[in-house]
């Protein structure tokens, strides 16, 4: 997987194959995913990015200063 932050216009996007796109779909107003002929998923866009909280994205357990 690739990803690519553009700050300027707080943007991700997230490269999962490099299979052709057959289709897109947005799942709201700032997140389209598109998907390849056989129903994976090629690449993830997300507008307001930071906005919306995904930036920075903590997963799993939270880091603790000892």
Known sequence: MRTTYYP???ILKMVFNDQPILRETSQDWNVNISYAADGSIVEMVILDAVGSG???FHSGDSLKAA
Do not use: T
Request: aromatic share 0%.
């Open 8 to 10: 300027e216009d707080d």
């Open 54 to 56: 995904l930036i920075p």
